[in-house]
Each structure stands twice: as structure tokens, then as C-alpha cells.
């Protein structure tokens, strides 16, 4: 029998679009078979500047019941997936300030020998995608952590172009998520639940 697959589906999103996302990764993970949790970041940004931005704080207000990520969440993870909407080609503060409280666990060796996979949107094609993403995966490598991307590993990946991870043009946020990011999506959460499996039946097998 497979083991079982424990995915964090861990995300910050302003105005909807990386929450569209997530919540696709999160259901075609658990599609795949993996107990899956989907949390967000604790939201900075001030609420005078929220609520400036109709789209932001009828965001907020639709996602006040999604749990905010804890710690705990990452130990009980066999994978987590972060998510990001680019921001001038980094992930957002929010997320990373997450990033940043997880020291203790890092020292304790608890990130590491984990798969990480990672999402994004920008305004534009050429907004910051590809580097968000690859800035994402610079502190996988510090955790100790086996990254999982999409890669070109399915017919559809020549269509949204994008190996690094799913990701999505939003314009002013009014592009919805469609049908070519919603493939995407479950395209890289299959594969990240199916080598999750594999390197967890692994390591089981070794010890």
C-alpha cells in the first residue's frame, strides 16, 4: 500500500489570484490522494490600504475563514507548495516574513528531506514570474529541501510556457484563472503528490 501524502498548500494573495491558484493545487492534490491543507500568510499591509483597493478587501473578506499557516503546518508536511504573487520579481513580504519565522525549525533539520514546488501571477508576461519563482527556490535549497517543479513534463507545459511552476497573467486582475493555469495547476500537484510518495516509500524502505 502507498504511504500516505501529507501536502501544505501555503499562499499570499492580495486581490484573489494566487488564492484561485492555491485552491486548485489544493483540490487536485487531494485528487491525487494526498490529506491536504490550504493555508495563507498573515496579511501586513496596513487596513487603510486594504481597504483603498475594493478587489483587496473583498479578497480579504471572502478569505477570512481560510486558517493562516503556522509552523506546525510545515513539520506536518511531507510537501509544501508556497505560492506568491511577484512582487518587482521577489515573492510578497507577507510570505516571506512566513519564511523568515521558520529558523528554529530549519536548525532542527525539520525543512529538510521535504518536497517544495512553488506558484505565482504577475500583471504581465514579463512581470516577474520566472524570477519570484526562482527567488522562491533559493531558500529551498537552504531548508535542505527536494524541489519538485512542473519541469516540461506534460504536453500542456508547451502552452503556458512556464517550468518553474504555475503561474498566471492576471493584468489589472481582471484576467481570470482559466482553463491553461488550472491545467497547469494540476498538472504540478500530481507531480508533486507522485514523487512525494516515491521519496517518502524511499526513505520508509531505507530505514
Do not use: C
Not at 484573489?16 to 500568510?41: F, H, P
Not at 503556522?70 to 509544501?80: H, T
Not at 504577475?122 to 537552504?142: C, K, M, P
Not at 495547476?185 to 524511499?202: M, N, P, S, W, Y
Amino acid at each position: 500500500m502507498p504511504p500516505s501524502v501529507n501536502v501544505a498548500v501555503v499562499y499570499y494573495s492580495a486581490t484573489g489570484t494566487v488564492s484561485a491558484i492555491a485552491d486548485a493545487l489544493a483540490k487536485y492534490a487531494e485528487n491525487a490522494g494526498a490529506q491536504v491543507r490550504l493555508r495563507k500568510t498573515a496579511e501586513l499591509a496596513p487596513q487603510a490600504a486594504i481597504d483603498a483597493n475594493p478587489a483587496w478587501a473583498a479578497h480579504a473578506t471572502a478569505t477570512a475563514g481560510v486558517r493562516e499557516v503556522s509552523p506546525d503546518d510545515m513539520v506536518w508536511a511531507d510537501a509544501v507548495i508556497f505560492g506568491s504573487p511577484t512582487r518587482y520579481g521577489n515573492v510578497a513580504a507577507q510570505l516571506k516574513q512566513f519564511l523568515d519565522t521558520l529558523g528554529g525549525l530549519w536548525q532542527a533539520g525539520k525543512l529538510a528531506d521535504k518536497v517544495y514546488s512553488g506558484f505565482t501571477a504577475s500583471a504581465t508576461a514579463h512581470g516577474g514570474q520566472e524570477s519570484t519563482l526562482l527567488a522562491l527556490y533559493n531558500t529551498i535549497h537552504h531548508f535542505g529541501g527536494i524541489l519538485v517543479p512542473p519541469g516540461y513534463t506534460d504536453a500542456s507545459k508547451f502552452a503556458d510556457g512556464n517550468p518553474y511552476g504555475t503561474s498566471h497573467v492576471a493584468g489589472q486582475g481582471d484576467i481570470p484563472v482559466g482553463e491553461q493555469t488550472l491545467t497547469a495547476a494540476r498538472v504540478q500537484a500530481e507531480r508533486v503528490v507522485k514523487f512525494t510518495r516515491a521519496i517518502k516509500a524511499g526513505l520508509a524502505a531505507e530505514n
